[in-house]
């Protein structure tokens, strides 16, 4: 599984777009790029997945350049209820012995 | 509700003691997972069961033992248990040996105290 790199921490306020940007300079070439939330004491929850470019959901947008070391989270207007911690996680859908291997996280203060 | 249930949501046993965690997948999964979590090692995978069979291993203890029963629900067998034991421990299912679109789905976790 490819090695991530996130930042420890952010802060923002209510109303802003917040984004986290996660390095993954090794990324293979079947590796999708997958980001958990987890609020504390709850079991992370599934945010969005893609592979290249840009993917939307309703809950946030993923940002893949064209070289895909690095992928970007964006999650627009937050509110209180979004501070948490956002993992970025980098590996093969297909692999049969696949293992999601969570990183140090982001832990994202939103602020009123 | 995630659908992934697991039981009990606290636990808490003396030293040297035996434990056993229950998880029930959602519904039509056939993988589970299990996963630690301490405030020091962050969310650690343990060990993978598919309908029935051992898929994949993490930083599972000799101590701790697992196994998926055959209406799918999985049990996470920790024995001699230690101080450091303490932590969340959290079960999560997806349909099949692969991770899908959707991830995992996992479960609230069971916090395990060790006194």
């Known amino acids: 599984l490819a090695k991530t790199t996130q930042p420890i921490s952010m802060d923002s306020y209510e109303g802003q777009e917040v984004n986290i940007t996660c390095s993954h300079n090794?990324?293979?070439?079947?590796?999708?790029i997958t980001w958990y939330q987890q609020f504390p004491s709850q079991g992370p929850r599934f945010i969005i997945q893609?592979?290249?470019t840009k993917v939307t959901n309703e809950v946030a947008s993923l940002f893949i350049p064209a070289d895909r070391k690095s992928s970007t989270l964006s999650l627009p207007r937050v509110s209180l209820s979004d501070t948490a911690v956002y993992y970025c996680?980098?590996?093969?859908?297909?692999?049969?012995?696949?293992?999601?291997?969570f990183g140090g996280g982001t832990r994202l203060m939103v602020k009123p | 509700d995630s659908g992934v249930t697991q039981t009990p949501k606290h636990l808490i046993t003396a030293t040297g003691q035996r434990v056993t965690l229950r998880c029930s997948p959602r519904?039509?999964?056939?993988?589970v997972y299990w996963y630690q979590q301490s405030l020091d090692q962050g969310l650690q995978f343990l060990i993978q069961?598919?309908?029935?069979?051992?898929?994949a291993k993490g930083n599972i203890l000799e101590r701790f033992s697992a196994q998926q029963f055959p209406d799918l629900h999985s049990e996470l067998n920790l024995s001699s248990l230690e101080l450091g034991d303490s932590a969340l421990y959290f079960c999560?299912?997806?349909?099949?040996?692969?991770?899908?679109?959707?991830?995992?789905?996992f479960g609230s976790g069971t916090r395990l105290t060790v006194v």
């Open positions: 999560a299912s997806s349909p099949s040996f692969r991770m899908s679109n959707y991830g995992y789905t």
């Open positions: 090794n990324i293979a070439t079947n590796d999708y």
């Open positions: 893609g592979y290249k």
């Open positions: 996680l980098v590996g093969v859908l297909n692999n049969a012995g696949n293992m999601l291997t």
């Open positions: 519904s039509g999964d056939l993988s």
């Open positions: 069961y598919y309908n029935g069979e051992e898929r």
